[in-house]
């Protein structure tokens, strides 16, 4: 027995040594060099200054810059998506009088995904759950849905922060207000003696959103300083497209689709609040349904621009 035992440990070892010695003549691991962004001493977010001198505050936006900026198949993404609709976006948020760095709410809230539907029911760029939709004048049911309709969606939800505004004088406030609810918000404000949501005590997921929404707007508006580098040519381009005004029932888009020139995939492709292959309409409301035009659907003739020069090396 104490034969065998002996003979068993120096196979043992020798395996184990033998082990060792291959690993030791393995190639070393070159990691690939990681650098943290710089968080600035304070932003500028809807026109205000927000100092970042608090060290909640600093750590807060240090983690979302790190996060956005090494997700780099999401925002490199967002960023070509922009391209897409951003003009669009822009004119809208200017029309109903609302600051511009919304847009970065936008790329937050759906990542630019217009068919965006989240586990909470939200949908659309917007991100509106369908009480929400309904109560600021969106049409929400199977055939329909204006969560959707990036016209209208937009201008819902300039109403919705136009409105938390007025309440908190603050856009840090508006747009937490915008992930837990205005009537979370005001109450929190009030029973944390605050001024502003930067100040309170949240569930994390609404504590992190404003600086989610700083990170994305430092990110995007200068991506080659965070490693993103692309060309002009590989931005998503806005789609031209002339309307059709429907304000009777459809019985197939299928069909009417094929009348106007395009197919089913592409027609809900640019009406995504189309829902069904048929339209009801008994009240005889009037949609505007967008057909593109030809030369925006080939990469050939659909051109090249770019809505903000900062985004590509050219």
Same mark, same amino acid.
């Given at each position: ?65 790190? %996060?956005? *900026?090494?997700?780099? #198949?999401?925002?490199?993404? &967002?960023?070509?998506? +922009?391209? @897409? !609709?951003?003009? /669009? ?28 539907? %989240?586990? *909470?029911?939200?949908? #659309?760029?917007?991100?509106? &759950?369908?009480?929400? +939709?309904? @109560? !600021?004048?969106? /049409? ?175």
């Amino acid at each position: 027995m104490k034969t065998s035992t002996t003979i068993a440990a120096i196979i043992l070892g020798s395996a184990i040594y033998g082990a060792t010695d291959i690993c030791a003549q393995r190639t070393p691991v070159t990691f690939s060099e990681v650098y943290t962004p710089s968080v600035p001493s304070s932003v500028k977010l809807c026109g205000e200054t927000i100092d970042l001198d608090p060290v909640d505050r600093f750590e807060r936006l240090d983690r979302e810059l790190a %996060s956005i *900026a090494y997700t780099h #198949g999401t925002t490199m993404l &967002i960023i070509k998506r +922009a391209n @897409q !609709y951003f003009p /669009e976006l822009s004119k809208l948020l200017k029309e109903n009088n609302v600051p511009q760095d919304l847009l970065y709410l936008a790329c937050v809230e759906s990542t630019l995904n217009p068919r965006a539907y %989240s586990p *909470a029911k939200a949908a #659309g760029l917007w991100q509106f &759950i369908a009480s929400t +939709a309904k @109560q !600021y004048g969106l /049409e929400v049911n199977d055939e329909i849905d204006e969560r959707y309709n990036i016209e209208k969606a937009t201008a819902a939800a300039a109403k919705y922060m136009k409105k938390a505004y007025a309440q908190y004088g603050n856009w840090p406030s508006v747009m937490a207000a915008y992930n837990g609810g205005m009537a979370r918000i005001s109450g929190e404000l009030d029973k944390q003696d605050a001024d502003t949501s930067l100040d309170l005590y949240l569930v994390e997921e609404t504590t992190r959103y404003p600086y989610r929404i700083m990170a994305m707007k430092m990110i995007m508006e200068n991506p080659s300083a965070y490693g993103f580098h692309l060309r002009d040519d590989q931005l998503y381009q806005p789609r031209k497209y002339r309307v059709v005004e429907v304000n009777g029932p459809v019985e197939s888009w299928p069909k009417w689709a094929a009348k106007q020139g395009i197919n089913y995939s592409i027609l809900r492709e640019e009406n995504p609040w189309i829902r069904a292959k048929k339209l009801t309409n008994k009240l005889g409301k009037t949609y505007k349904v967008r057909i593109p035009l030809p030369e925006s659907l080939s990469r050939k003739t659909a051109g090249t621009k770019t809505f903000n020069p900062n985004w590509t090396d050219r």
